[in-house]
C-alpha cells in the first residue's frame, strides 16, 4: 500500500495549471509542482495516459479532454450555493436590496441564487434565468476575468440593446473589461432596465480562477454606489474564502493587467 | 518512491464518475474504481481534501468545483481537432460537401473545423462562427446527450426561427431530440436557410461523454439523406474511437432511454 503522499504528487501537478499557466513544459510543471523530474516525468505520462493532459505539437502539456468530460458532471451550484448563502444573507442584511450569485454558461450568465429585496426594481430576476454577460454588473464581473480568447470572442458578436444605456460598441465593452479587471468591480447602469443599478464582483475557485459572481441591483438613481462597492466586494471575497481560495496578496483580489 | 499504479488508483476513481453516474457512494466509487473500500476511502479522503470530490448533504460524493477550474483550462480545440481531421477529411471525399466539426458552449454551437465542399449551399460557416443549438444538426447532436436539466433549461428558452421550418416549439423540440437519442443521427431540414439540410451525429470522449458532433450540410432538396447517414455515423465513431473511446455495445452508439 502506498502513503498519500502518492495522491498528493499527483494532484499537485493537475494543480501546476492555472489561469496564467494553461500550457506547460515537463520542466515547469515539475518546478511548480515543487517535484523532481523523474517523479513529474512519470506522474505526466501517467496522467497524459489516461487523457487528463495532452501535449501539444511543440512538446507542451495542456489539460486534456478526458478531464474535461470529468469535470463537466461537477454540480457548480453544489458546493458553491452552499459556500456562499450564508455571505449572500450578510449581504442582504447589510443593504436590504436584491442579492444575487450568477455563474458563466457560454455567451449567458445564469442566476444560481437570489434574495430578494425590499426595493421595487424593475429587474425581477428568477433562479434559472439567464442574460447576456454584456448587460449586467455578474456578466461583465465573468467576462473580465475570462481568457483573451473568450473576450475577443464576445466582443466579436452582436451586442444586443435593453436600453438605450446598454453598451453595444466592442470597443467600449473592452475598456469596460479592462476597468472591471483593475478596480476588481464591475457596475451596469441603466443596462438592463432605466431603473436599476447592479454592483457586482467575481468570486474565485479554490484555484484563483474566476467560477461566479455576486451582485446587488438598487433602484437608479442612487447615491449608494460607492457604499455597495465595498460590501459587495467582501461577500465576493468572502465565498472565495469559503471554496478554499487564498489571495497572493491580501490588499487586492485583482487580475495582473492583460495585453490588451 | 512509490509506482506507477498509485497514479493510476487515483484516477480510477475519478473515471467512477461518468455521464450515468454523476453522484457515488464511497461503495459504489469502490467498486466501480476496482479498489479495496479501505484504499478508495483513502485516495476520496486525498481528492476531497483537494477539491476534486465534494461531498453533498445526503453523503454522496460529486466532481468538485476544483477540478472544474482546472479542466476548464483543456483547449477543446487541440486534442480534438487533431484527432478528427483525417475522418473529416475521409467524409469529405466521400461526400464533397460541406464537412464541420463543432462543439457546445452554453446555448450555442461552435464551429472548430470546416471543410468546404463543391456546392453551393446558402449556409456559409466558418470556422468560430456560432449558431442556436435548435436549429442546427451539430446542435441537436449534442443538445439531445446533454443530461435533461441541461435539455429542459434549453426548451424552456425562447426558440429564435429563421426558416419557416424552424422548430419552434419546444414539445416537438423535445420530442426530436428523444429521436435524435433513439437514432444516434440528427437531421435537420431547411431549418438555418431554406435550400439546405444536415446530417449530423455526436462524438463522444474517452469517458463516454458526447464532447463534439460532425456534420454534412448538403442543398435541399436531396435524396442523399439514407446515403449520408451511415457516412457521418461512421466518421463521428472514428472519431470518438481516436480519441479514446471504446463502445460498450459494438451494435450501436445510442444512449439508453431516458425517463422525459
Given at each position: 500500500?502506498?502513503?498519500?503522499?502518492?495522491?498528493?504528487?499527483?494532484?499537485?501537478?493537475?494543480?501546476?495549471?492555472?489561469?496564467?499557466?494553461?500550457?506547460?513544459?515537463?520542466?515547469?510543471?515539475?518546478?511548480?509542482?515543487?517535484?523532481?523530474?523523474?517523479?513529474?516525468?512519470?506522474?505526466?505520462?501517467?496522467?497524459?495516459?489516461?487523457?487528463?493532459?495532452?501535449?501539444?505539437?511543440?512538446?507542451?502539456?495542456?489539460?486534456?479532454?478526458?478531464?474535461?468530460?470529468?469535470?463537466?458532471?461537477?454540480?457548480?451550484?453544489?458546493?458553491?450555493?452552499?459556500?456562499?448563502?450564508?455571505?449572500?444573507?450578510?449581504?442582504?442584511?447589510?443593504?436590504?436590496?436584491?442579492?444575487?450569485?450568477?455563474?458563466?454558461?457560454?455567451?449567458?450568465?445564469?442566476?444560481?441564487?437570489?434574495?430578494?429585496?425590499?426595493?421595487?426594481?424593475?429587474?425581477r430576476i428568477q433562479v434559472g434565468a439567464?442574460w447576456p454577460l454584456h448587460a449586467t454588473?455578474?456578466?461583465?464581473?465573468?467576462?473580465?476575468?475570462?481568457?483573451?480568447?473568450?473576450?475577443?470572442?464576445?466582443?466579436?458578436?452582436?451586442?444586443?440593446?435593453?436600453?438605450?444605456?446598454?453598451?453595444?460598441?466592442?470597443?467600449?465593452?473592452?475598456?469596460?473589461?479592462?476597468?472591471?479587471?483593475?478596480?476588481?468591480?464591475?457596475?451596469?447602469?441603466?443596462?438592463?432596465?432605466?431603473?436599476?443599478?447592479?454592483?457586482?464582483?467575481?468570486?474565485?475557485?479554490?484555484?484563483?480562477?474566476?467560477?461566479?459572481?455576486?451582485?446587488?441591483?438598487?433602484?437608479?438613481?442612487?447615491?449608494?454606489?460607492?457604499?455597495?462597492?465595498?460590501?459587495?466586494?467582501?461577500?465576493?471575497?468572502?465565498?472565495?474564502?469559503?471554496?478554499?481560495?487564498?489571495?497572493?496578496?491580501?490588499?487586492?483580489?485583482?487580475?495582473?493587467?492583460?495585453?490588451?
Amino acid at each position: 500500500m502506498t502513503g498519500p503522499s502518492a495522491a498528493d504528487r499527483l494532484l499537485a501537478v493537475l494543480a501546476a495549471f492555472d489561469h496564467d499557466h494553461p500550457a506547460l513544459s515537463l520542466t515547469e510543471i515539475s518546478r511548480r509542482a515543487g517535484l523532481s523530474l523523474t517523479t513529474a516525468h512519470r506522474l505526466v505520462g501517467a496522467l497524459a495516459g489516461w487523457g487528463a493532459l495532452e501535449r501539444d505539437a511543440s512538446g507542451a502539456y495542456h489539460v486534456g479532454l478526458r478531464l474535461w468530460e470529468v469535470a463537466a458532471l461537477a454540480p457548480r451550484g453544489l458546493g458553491l450555493r452552499q459556500a456562499a448563502l450564508p455571505y449572500l444573507e450578510d449581504l442582504y442584511e447589510a443593504t436590504h436590496e436584491n442579492v444575487q450569485l450568477a455563474v458563466r454558461d457560454g455567451p449567458e450568465v445564469v442566476y444560481t441564487e437570489w434574495i430578494s429585496g425590499r426595493s421595487a426594481v424593475g429587474v425581477r430576476i428568477q433562479v434559472g434565468a439567464r442574460w447576456p454577460l454584456h448587460a449586467t454588473g455578474v456578466g461583465l464581473a465573468l467576462l473580465a476575468h475570462e481568457v483573451p480568447a473568450v473576450q475577443d470572442a464576445y466582443c466579436a458578436r452582436p451586442l444586443a440593446a435593453f436600453t438605450a444605456h446598454t453598451v453595444t460598441d466592442p470597443a467600449v465593452l473592452r475598456r469596460t473589461l479592462a476597468e472591471v479587471r483593475r478596480t476588481g468591480v464591475a457596475v451596469s447602469r441603466r443596462q438592463v432596465t432605466d431603473d436599476a443599478l447592479s454592483v457586482a464582483a467575481p468570486v474565485r475557485g479554490p484555484a484563483g480562477a474566476v467560477v461566479a459572481a455576486v451582485s446587488v441591483v438598487v433602484p437608479y438613481p442612487t447615491a449608494r454606489t460607492p457604499a455597495l462597492v465595498p460590501a459587495v466586494r467582501l461577500a465576493a471575497r468572502g465565498i472565495s474564502r469559503a471554496l478554499g481560495w487564498q489571495p497572493r496578496d491580501p490588499d487586492t483580489d485583482t487580475d495582473p493587467p492583460q495585453e490588451p
